[in-house]
């Protein structure tokens, strides 16, 4: 049974359920990795903490998946953002995509378009002339009137503008999500206590720039991950993790 982290990391032990890296933004002060189900054994934890700041990790089932309405958010840099929500909840709304295109060869002016083309919604902008070219024309393609446009005309699905802003270019399809909803519930011990373990910070090393991880490794855990898979969350109390530190996490069987 391995038991270090030199031993949980290698690649000998062929019952590792997951090996993810948190790469830590700035700003947030927690980020959680999905483990899959496995089997029946218990499971270790290795977590190798780069940050400055001490983590506590906690553990979670996924129970269950209740039906949701499925949404996708359309949006352009420095411009319109459009969120839509298929109407009927369920895991088909998954299936749909939504798509930004401009017409093709217009050989005059064009008026905004939406349509569904199986299961793609296609929003054509709307284009003008200008001099020997045809180019998008800002006053139809805003983002109130592609809701509005989406809302009346394709019967199953609704949009509100996210960001006012007009949309200029063509934007690769972008797949809903959201149609199942994951139901977690945290893992807690007979009194009811959250069960999870603490990380400390890493610490400078001898070297200038480099830092000395804080490791640690919890375990075994039985029964977890369970029912449809579990989830570990790392949470900093305080000051997020610095932009760009990372934090390592091994999840294996034993």
Known sequence: MPKTWDEIAQQKYNR????????????????SIEVPFGNMRPVLIAVDNQTPSALT????????????????VISEEDGGAVTVTVAEAGKEG???????????????ATDLAVDLVGSVIVITLAV?????????DDTKNTATLIAAAITNDLEGFTA?????????????????????VPVWGELVDADGDAIG????????????????AATACFGPVEAWPRFYGGRLTLSASGTPP???TITRVFVQQT
Do not use: C, H, M
């Not at 590792?16 to 980020?31: N, Q």
């Not at 373990?197 to 000395?212: K, L, M, Q, R």
């Open 57 to 72: 990790a906690t553990l979670e089932y996924l129970v269950t998946y209740n039906d949701g309405n499925a949404q996708a």
């Open 197 to 212: 373990f603490d990380v400390a910070t890493a610490s400078e090393g001898e070297g200038e720039d480099e830092i000395e």
């Open 242 to 244: 610095d932009e760009d």
């Open 128 to 136: 003008k002339e200008d001099g020997e070219e045809f180019i998008p």
């Open 16 to 31: 590792r359920l997951i090996a993810a890296e948190i790469k830590w933004d700035g700003d947030k002060t927690s980020d």
């Open 94 to 108: 998954n299936d749909y995509s939504i798509a930004v295109v401009l017409p093709e060869d217009p050989e005059a």
């Open 160 to 180: 509100e503008v996210t960001t006012a802003g007009k949309f200029t270019k063509e934007i690769a399809p972008v797949q809903f999500t959201g149609g199942l």
